[in-house]
């Protein structure tokens, strides 16, 4: 399986979001330790992913999802199914409704996106990578309608969404380090910022903040 996870920024005057892709780096780095066999690439520029595209077709490509790259993102599902119908299209990130009636709107406005991943990424990826693997394809999981948790995707015009599974509470003891096994040594190319992650989630319910939804 050769999986594109992709985190990109705008490049047209100047790098708009300078930090590594930190997020994308972990979903890849646990991928590849539960799925022995696949390839992974990681992309933050857009013209590295487009020339890369030229020669390689994907079985899966992953988007992140945040506010600043979505209708980037969007735009490169589209081509991407416009050329290649059976690839499978995966997005996840905190850009998503918590409503399940929006979640529905959110997937039938953008049929572009196979399926979305709610809440933390790397546990349901590897996950949902075997469901469609062991399925043959993303249309007969949808189909059989089904469930994979944490994930979300539309059958016959209705959701189905999976169980949240718990949260990782250790990174160090469940999550391989996306630096320490080499997948984010392009990113060391002068242009961009390190980022790192020592804990996850947020004791506090503020509204205005992703991370004061009850999952978090």
């Known amino acids: 399986m050769k ?10 005057r100047y790098i708009h979001a300078i930090n590594f892709s930190l997020g994308i780096g972990y979903v890849a780095a646990h991928a590849k330790q539960e799925l022995p066999g696949i390839s992974v690439h990681l992309f933050k520029y857009p013209a590295a992913l487009s020339a890369w595209l030229e020669e390689n077709q994907p079985d899966l490509v992953a988007f992140s999802n945040y506010m600043w790259n979505q209708r980037l993102h969007l735009t490169y599902a589209r081509a991407v199914k416009a050329r290649w119908p059976k690839t ?16 529905t709107r959110f997937l039938a406005e953008r049929p572009e996106i196979d399926f979305y991943i709610d809440g933390e990424g790397e546990q349901a990826f590897a996950l949902l990578c075997r469901t469609v ?10 189909a059989a309608k089904t469930a994979i948790a944490n994930t979300r995707y539309l059958s016959g015009g209705g959701l189905v969404a999976g169980a949240m599974l718990p949260r990782i509470t250790d990174l160090d003891e469940t999550l391989p380090s996306p630096y320490l096994t080499g997948l984010l ?21 503020c509204t205005y903040c992703h991370d004061g939804i009850g999952y978090m």
């Open 3 to 12: 999986i594109a996870f992709v985190d990109l920024t705008h490049t047209g």
């Open 185 to 205: 040594d392009p990113y060391f190319d002068g242009k961009l910022t390190p980022m790192v992650q020592t804990s996850r989630g947020c004791p506090y319910s």
């Open 133 to 142: 693997r062991d399925a043959g394809g993303a249309d007969a999981v949808k």
């Open 88 to 103: 499978v299209t995966v997005f996840g990130g905190p850009n998503f409704p918590t409503a399940p009636d929006e979640q």
